[in-house]
Every structure is written in C-alpha cells, then in structure tokens.
C-alpha cells in the first residue's frame, strides 16, 4: 500500500538545476505529493497521478508492490496508461537478481542517451520505441541498489512528456529509499 504526503517542490529548493546535455532545466518550482510504497519514495508532480502497481510475483491477488510507483500524467486511472505519458519507477535491492536485454533485439530505434545526474543518482539508458510507442529506459546503480525507470513519452501526441522537462526531472531526483 502506498501513502500520500504533502511537498513543496523538490527537496524545499526554490532553485535548483539539472544539465542534460548542454541543456540546463530548473526544477526547483516542481510542486506535487510524496508518494511512499514501503520500499521508495517519490514525488507525485501536480498534473500527475500516483496508480497503483499490482505485484506480479505476489501469492495474493491485488497485492500492491512495494518496490514500485507509477505515476501517470493527465489522467486518473489505469485507462490513462494507454494513452496518456507515464513513468514507471521500480527499485531493486541488492540481493535482487535483475533480467537484463539486449535493447537492440527488444525494441526499435535504440539510442543510447548520454548520462546525466540528478541528486545522487547517475542515471544512464536509452529511448527507443515498442510496438510503435516512444519510451526512455533509465537506470541508477550502485551495489546495494539499482533503480530501473521507464518513461513512455508519448511523443507526438497533444500530452507528451520527457526526460529535459522539469517533472520528469524532479521525479527522478526526488527517489528516495523508504526501509
């Protein structure tokens, strides 16, 4: 079970900057709730709604993962998922073995994406597009954890997101490990 809580902006900064590329994105005025599983955290931007995660490998039906969140933008429901942009975030801890692919034999139009930072996290990954749709991988390791993000941008259409806007941004910073 999740659990919502009020924040202003990330990390209470009114300022603060993220460089991608030679691009410099303010995220310091990202407003939104915290939203907590029992293992991360993150924050929930204003436009964006948290949506339960079912845990696929639990014994129970409708057992939410804990490791998990997914917030999806300008939409309310599982609905919105197809259609609107998401970004799922999912956290592995250290002991957790992890399935890794070969994204050129996944998906299509793979690019690698040049590495970036936010907070503590180094973040490295790739876009591509799966079953037609535009989507960014992203992942954050270290040895006692790895963070896995995918964002499905949904280039092209009236609401889109991605990963040099501010929200996504702020989400991405604001991880936070909740054990």
């Given at each position: 079970m999740f659990s919502i809580s009020a924040a202003l902006g990330v990390a209470g900064c009114s300022s603060e900057k993220v460089q991608i590329d030679s691009e410099e994105i303010d995220i310091g005025n990202v407003a939104g709730e915290s939203v907590e599983t029992e293992e991360i955290s993150a924050l929930c931007p204003e436009g964006w709604t948290s949506i339960a995660v079912q845990d696929a490998?639990?014994?129970?039906?409708?057992?939410?993962?804990?490791?998990?969140?997914?917030?999806?933008?300008?939409?309310?429901?599982?609905?919105?998922?197809l259609t609107n942009p998401y970004i799922n975030i999912v956290y592995y801890g250290p002991d957790q073995e992890i399935m890794q692919v070969d994204?050129?034999?996944?998906?299509?139009?793979?690019?690698?994406?040049?590495?970036?930072?936010?907070?503590?996290?180094?973040?490295?990954?790739?876009?591509?597009t799966s079953l037609g749709v535009p989507f960014v991988y992203l992942y954050s390791e270290t040895?006692?954890?790895t963070l896995k993000v995918w964002l499905y941008t949904r280039e092209g259409s009236e609401l889109s997101a991605s990963i040099t806007d501010a929200?996504?941004?702020?989400?991405?910073?604001?991880?936070?490990?909740t054990e």
């Open positions: 490998t639990a014994e129970e039906p409708d057992t939410e993962a804990t490791n998990e969140l997914r917030f999806v933008k300008g939409g309310s429901d599982q609905e919105a998922l994204p050129n034999e996944w998906y299509d139009n793979v690019e690698n994406l040049q590495s970036f930072t936010t907070g503590e996290y180094e973040w490295n990954g790739y876009s591509g040895d006692s954890y929200d996504v941004l702020a989400i991405l910073k604001s991880i936070a490990f």
